[in-house]
């Protein structure tokens, strides 16, 4: 309600304040960290969500960490940052058993190898 009230009523900034202080009070609600994500987009632009992807990556555990990462790569990927993309597909790698992301994240990070890496950045996604 106070974030609500500070888009409307008070400073932009205030109400940015109270979407992170949210976020910080419940870290790992999902849904509290889409709710920041997208209004940090709607009034700041995709790069100034990094930061805020940054701070849910460090809070957020299991699927929920692997959710805001994989869209954290599309958006890195939108942007063409592609070395960006790729260290976040690294990073989520340490929270993803192959036997039960073999179909979500696994594939995406190998299609996202084929259409853009080389055969280095293939052959480091297999290891």
Not at 86 to 106: G, V
């Amino acid at each position: 309600m106070l974030a609500d009230f500070e888009e409307n009523f008070g400073l932009l900034s205030h109400a940015m304040d109270a979407y992170d202080l949210l976020a910080k009070t419940y870290p790992d609600s999902l849904q509290n960290w889409e709710v920041y994500l997208s209004k940090v987009m709607t009034f700041y632009g995709a790069v100034r969500c990094r930061q805020v992807y940054q701070k849910a990556l460090k809070s957020l555990q299991e699927s929920n960490l692997i959710l805001i990462g994989l869209r954290f790569a599309k958006l890195e990927r939108k942007l063409n940052e592609l070395d960006r993309a790729r260290a976040i597909y690294h990073h989520l790698a340490q929270y993803c058993n192959p036997a039960s992301y073999e179909r979500t994240f696994w594939k995406i990070w190998e299609n996202f190898e084929l259409q853009n890496g080389n055969k280095d950045n293939y052959e480091d996604f297999l290891r």
